[in-house]
């Protein structure tokens, strides 16, 4: 009956039946189980997964905006495009360096003038610095703008003149040009300041001339920098002079490397670490070992080694290197080869390769007339060519070789004037490279001119179009030194022209003028060396327009 009354009440009040249940539910949980507790693992990692999320979104977003809005972005230099810096009666010098001198990230131009004075921004003279008056100045010109970083006397006369990298003794960074001035004097310069770093007014004698310059000579006296090493010609004998690095004071005493020694140098290491002086005598190649050169000049021992391949090649009495011979070397260059250096000897029978350990030749180039030295770039994506020019005059021919094998990659005749500047090139973004040579202007021959204020043309060249030159530019004044420059990393390619008067003796004008490659294309000239006209003449300069470049590390 009891039970009758209980169904009878939920019938009667279901909702309150309901509510009933669902509290001894909920007390039964509350005393199994921690509510706190009640959330599974994964939803706990899900919760903490988005927190982090969206703090590492506001962080993000707060440094694009700090760096977006706040921090204001470094300026980029403005670069003028062309420029040009004149001097009146003055003579110039065949040398031209580029350097980072004021710190904008655009190479700067030194070059070397002779004058009685400096020019007007720096009110120095000759006087100044103890020299008589014409002397040689040195200067620096803004590579954006071709403003005038420093300018200053530095010599009497300069006979030779090299630069050199940073070198590091310590924490110090040091740089320095090395001058040979007359006569025979060395002189340091420091080319972010212009001035001098040391001087040795050495004077050897009346009968001599100065036939080579080394930097990066190993150091000797253990200053903990790179000697220097001049071979000078006094009298009928060639004589060879060390000096310090640190203080340019010579280095024991002078040593005779024989009477048939001639200029270009060098300085070769071979794959076991020796040093070997390599030099051209008679119709050979002579060798000194700088081991025996060092303790001949300082009378002390040295801790630098010889090779036994190249001591048995050496001939002892007369130093003459026994390995085959290309004639009367003009040239010889240090090339990279598969271990370590090998030697580019240009003579006046052939070309030759020969390996930088066994002296062993690689390759052979006969039937040469090569006065020019030769130039390394690169015709086939990131394989090392060589531009060697090949006669003189109308029969003058460029020649592209294959630096492994010797094989002519290319060649086209291009007539050219007697002491007309080097050929160049920079390297492109497609691992090749563009190449700059001068020759006369097309349709003007020899002897339609005479070689004195006779034009000269720079053409341009690159792999990926081998039957096209572009005529960049005509230039009638004497040119006496060229570089083509990549003024930053990997971009505005230029060309530097320093001209002046053909003879010392007549001071004239000198100029400096800086072009951008790229400007000049669309007024080049198209030169067609075949019959190949698939591309009109604009195509043609879009296509090199539309070079770029890369900087080589």
């Known amino acids: 009956m009891m039970m009758d009354n209980k169904e009878l009440e939920a019938e009667i009040h279901p909702l309150k039946n309901e509510d009933r249940k669902s509290q001894e539910s909920l007390g039964n949980r509350t005393t199994k189980e921690d509510p706190c507790k009640s959330l599974p693992p994964q939803s706990r990692l899900s919760r903490c997964r988005t927190v982090a999320f969206f703090l590492s979104l506001f962080i993000c977003l707060f440094v694009v905006f700090v760096v977006s809005f706040i921090i204001p972005c470094p300026d980029r230099p403005a670069s003028q495009r062309m420029w040009r810096i004149d001097y009146n009666t003055a003579v110039a010098y065949d040398f031209l360096a580029t350097e980072d001198i004021n710190k904008d990230r655009i190479q700067d131009v030194l070059f070397l003038y002779k004058n009685a004075n400096s020019s007007n921004h720096f009110n120095r003279s000759c006087a100044d610095e103890g020299f008589s008056s014409p002397c040689a100045f040195a200067a620096a010109l803004s590579g954006a703008n071709g403003s005038l970083l420093w300018e200053r006397p530095v010599a009497q006369d300069v006979t030779l003149v090299q630069c050199t990298g940073p070198q590091q003794k310590g924490s110090e960074a040091l740089s320095a040009c090395i001058l040979v001035g007359g006569p025979g004097s060395v002189i340091a310069v420091d080319p972010f300041t212009g001035e001098t770093l040391w001087s040795n007014p050495s004077s050897p004698g009346r009968n001599m001339s100065i036939l080579s310059l080394l930097l990066g000579v190993p150091d000797v006296n253990n200053d903990g920098l790179p000697n220097l090493l001049v071979l000078i010609r006094e009298e009928k004998e060639v004589n060879g002079y060390v000096y310090s690095g640190s203080t340019g004071s010579q280095v024991g005493h002078k040593s005779s490397l024989g009477a048939d020694g001639e200029g270009g140098s060098l300085l070769h290491v071979t794959r076991t670490g020796a040093h070997y002086l390599l030099f051209p005598c008679a119709h050979s190649l002579c060798g000194w070992s700088m081991k025996s ?261």
């Not at 000049?297 to 080694?305: P, V």
């Not at 580019?344 to 066994?358: K, P, R």
């Not at 349709?443 to 204020?453: A, C, F, L, Y």
Request: net charge neutral.
């Open 293 to 553: 050169l060092f303790e001949e000049m300082t009378g002390r021992q040295s801790l630098l080694r010889k090779d036994p391949l190249w001591e048995h090649a050496i001939n002892a009495t007369t130093h003459r290197v026994s390995s085959p011979s290309p004639g009367a070397i003009r040239y010889q260059m240090h090339v990279p080869g598969r271990a370590s250096k090998d030697l580019l000897l240009v003579g006046s029978e052939a070309c030759m390769l020969l390996d930088g350990q066994d002296l062993a030749p690689k390759w052979t180039l006969g039937n040469t007339q090569v006065f020019r030295k030769p130039v390394l770039g690169h015709y086939k994506p990131d394989t090392l060519s060589v531009v060697i020019e090949n006669g003189t005059g109308i029969n003058r021919q460029i020649l592209l070789l294959d630096l492994g094998t010797g094989v002519i990659l290319w060649r086209q005749p291009l007539s050219g004037l007697p002491g007309s500047p080097l050929s160049a090139n920079l390297p492109t973004a497609d691992h090749r490279s563009a190449f700059f040579f001068w020759g006369l202007p097309e349709g003007i021959s020899m002897n339609q001119t005479e070689t004195r204020g006779a034009p000269n043309s720079l053409y341009m060249f690159h792999p990926t179009l081998p039957s096209v030159l572009l005529e960049l530019a005509n230039i009638s004044a004497n040119i006496v030194a060229f570089e083509a420059v990549l003024f930053e990393p990997s971009r505005h390619a230029a060309y530097v022209l320093l001209t002046g008067p053909e003879s010392p003796a007549e001071p004239g004008l000198v100029s400096v003028t800086k072009h951008k490659v790229r400007d000049r294309i669309p007024d080049s000239r198209v030169v067609r060396l075949g019959q190949d006209r698939a591309e009109s003449d604009q195509a043609v300069r879009d296509r090199f327009s539309r070079l770029r470049y890369r900087s080589e590390v």
